[in-house]
């Protein structure tokens, strides 16, 4: 490959001589799961987000699976989420037996629309799985009184949004329990692995047990089960990492922010693509991606065929989870469910963006971007 089409990846993780130290420091030790490491990760990310408790999980579907079991959902049961997510969002529930009621989005902030979420609500509803998508905090107060109203379990998919902040506080600090994940692609990056903080002292034990195959933390020992469980537990290595990535998250974001501002100011000139939506009075947003909407007339496919011949990484971000064909062939889901979300989604790609991303790099994009919207 020449200079000309080096490539640009979509994602990749700012790791360093830090995260060496510290996962050096776990492997000396000879102490790889179970250990101190991850203990005390969960007490620095619980501050950090302002919650009094947190869990470390396997990964952040994990984290939301574990929720739903707590919510004692099941079969009969209806769960209400966004169309427009990662298919973590419904499977957490679909694995429990319960079924997946899906609310339109709204068109700018692409969340749950909270008056779509009250008429979906039915007397089998229990429970909404609220997403901040694409790291930007959804309308969490209305879901709340609607949650209020009817009986219903809130569970806040967190998992794009470390750093988010809703009405001047964290993501995790609201109340509702919440999952965080952290894939390679994610502000906060361990390799696999998630957190679920929470307010609950007995929902916090909970996790602990469920995550660690249903075991006692009240004595017992090792083989004394008294609940059923899985292994969703987290490895000391990956906490060490986890460690030097939160010393390192305020920057993260700040970089982040500052490569979206960079994007926004390149593509102002840019006729057919729409920038994602700003942060407003109540929200500001944490940079997990930067998705692109595309004008109607443009065809999606072949702008993103030119980025990539010109070695710029891009994907679609993200198909509808009601569209998937497991969806259709389980539950029956087709097209014209979700009209805002499914337009979205129709039109949306993400460009190449990480925390240590070039401005050199992101001019180029641009204009690769530029001439393929132009053709």
């Known amino acids: 490959?020449?200079?000309?089409?080096?490539?640009?990846?979509?994602?990749?993780?700012?790791?360093?001589?830090?995260?060496?130290?510290?996962?050096?420091?776990?492997?000396?030790?000879?102490?790889?799961?179970?250990?101190?490491?991850?203990?005390?990760?969960?007490q620095e990310i619980a501050a950090r987000?302002?919650?009094?408790?947190?869990?470390?999980?396997?990964?952040?579907?994990?984290?939301l699976h574990l929720l739903c079991q707590i919510a004692g959902l099941g079969a009969g049961d209806e769960v209400i989420t966004s169309p427009l997510s990662f298919v973590a969002s419904a499977n957490c529930f679909i694995v429990e037996g319960a079924t997946p009621v899906f609310a339109d989005v709204d068109p700018v902030t692409l969340n749950?629309?909270?008056?779509?979420?009250?008429?979906?609500?039915?007397?089998?509803?229990?429970?909404?799985v609220a997403v901040d998508?694409?790291?930007?905090?959804?309308?969490?107060?209305?879901?709340?009184a609607i949650a209020e109203r009817h009986g219903l379990?809130?569970?806040?998919?967190?998992?794009?949004?470390?750093?988010?902040?809703?009405?001047?506080?964290?993501?995790?600090?609201?109340?509702?329990?919440?999952?965080?994940?952290?894939?390679?692609?994610?502000?906060?990056?361990?390799?696999?692995?998630?957190?679920?903080?929470?307010?609950?002292?007995?929902?916090?034990r909970l996790l602990c047990s469920l995550r660690n195959q249903g075991r006692s933390y009240d004595g017992g020992?090792?083989?004394?089960?008294?609940?059923?469980?899985?292994?969703?537990?987290?490895?000391?290595?990956?906490?060490?990492?986890g460690l030097a990535q939160l010393e390192k998250l305020p920057r993260i974001l700040q970089l982040r922010s500052e490569a979206a501002q960079r994007y926004g100011d390149l593509l102002a000139d840019v006729d057919g693509v729409e920038v994602p939506s700003p942060d407003d009075d109540d929200r500001r947003r944490s940079w997990f991606v930067y998705v692109v909407k595309l004008a109607k007339e443009l065809d999606r496919d072949a702008v993103m065929d030119?980025?990539?011949?010109?070695?710029?990484?891009?994907?679609?971000?993200?198909?509808?989870?009601?569209?998937?064909?497991?969806?259709?062939?389980?539950?029956?889901?087709?097209?014209?469910?979700?009209p805002v979300a499914?337009?979205?989604?129709?039109?949306?790609?993400?460009l190449p963006f990480f925390t240590q991303i070039d401005a050199g790099d992101q001019e180029r994009v641009v204009d690769v971007l530029r001439a393929a919207v132009a053709t």
């Open 342 to 350: 499914e337009e979205t989604a129709s039109r949306t790609m993400a």
């Open 306 to 338: 030119a980025l990539r011949r010109e070695g710029v990484a891009t994907a679609e971000y993200v198909p509808c989870i009601h569209l998937q064909p497991y969806m259709r062939e389980r539950f029956g889901f087709g097209e014209g469910l979700c």
């Open 112 to 128: 749950l629309d909270p008056a779509a979420v009250e008429a979906a609500v039915t007397e089998r509803t229990r429970a909404i």
């Open 153 to 204: 379990t809130v569970i806040e998919d967190a998992c794009e949004s470390l750093g988010a902040e809703y009405r001047g506080r964290p993501l995790g600090a609201h109340g509702p329990s919440a999952a965080f994940a952290f894939y390679p692609n994610k502000q906060m990056a361990t390799g696999e692995g998630g957190v679920v903080t929470t307010h609950s002292e007995e929902e916090w």
């Open 221 to 241: 020992g090792w083989f004394h089960h008294v609940r059923v469980g899985l292994n969703y537990r987290w490895t000391d290595v990956q906490a060490a990492i």
């Open 1 to 42: 490959m020449t200079e000309a089409l080096r490539e640009i990846p979509l994602a990749k993780p700012w790791l360093d001589e830090r995260e060496e130290e510290l996962v050096l420091e776990v492997l000396r030790s000879g102490r790889l799961s179970l250990g101190p490491w991850i203990e005390r990760f969960e």
């Open 49 to 63: 987000v302002d919650a009094p408790y947190a869990a470390a999980v396997s990964s952040g579907t994990a984290g």
């Open 133 to 144: 998508m694409f790291g930007f905090p959804c309308d969490l107060d209305p879901l709340l």
